[in-house]
């Protein structure tokens, strides 16, 4: 089924009132950095799961798929907490990109905490998806760069 049609379908079925509140949004003029961002975000993403694979399978220490996303998981934690085992402790780096989530914003560390050991319970998958839309695009850049 073609996915505009599911959307279409999908909208249809919302109250009008929800339908406005989302067309108030389109309305709104985006800065340019943040439709970079957007324009940027599969590619980037795309290029850093192609960098990540060839490095480590010419060493022949990734074998397929899940193994990527499993140490590419791990890349991201270990970025993400300036080298620090997270078994030993968060970074403030760690905090700081973390509580860039919108539900974070002014949360304490020990809630942060909660919602980290919920990341780490999640697929690899996900968790890619959580760190890359939390990292900047000059963070970005960087793990693109360090592949």
């Not at 324009?39 to 010419?58: A, N, T």
Request: charged fraction near 20%.
């Amino acid at each position: 089924m073609n996915s505009t049609l599911t959307l279409n379908n999908k909208l249809s079925k919302l109250p009008i009132e929800v339908l406005y509140c989302i067309m108030s949004y389109s309305y709104n003029v985006q800065s340019k950095t943040l439709i970079e961002d957007i324009k940027g975000y599969h590619l980037l993403k795309k290029m850093v799961h192609s960098l990540y694979y060839e490095k480590w399978e010419q060493q022949g220490l990734i074998t397929n798929y899940k193994e990527l996303v499993d140490w590419l998981v791990n890349y991201f934690f270990i970025y993400s907490n300036n080298n620090i085992a997270t078994m030993i402790r968060f970074d403030d780096k760690m905090y700081n990109i973390i509580s860039r989530n919108y539900m974070l914003i002014n949360k304490d560390k020990s809630f942060i905490n909660k919602y980290i050991s919920n990341i780490e319970s999640k697929d690899a998958n996900i968790q890619i998806n959580i760190f890359w839309g939390l990292f900047t695009l000059d963070e970005r850049m960087e793990i693109i760069c360090n592949c």
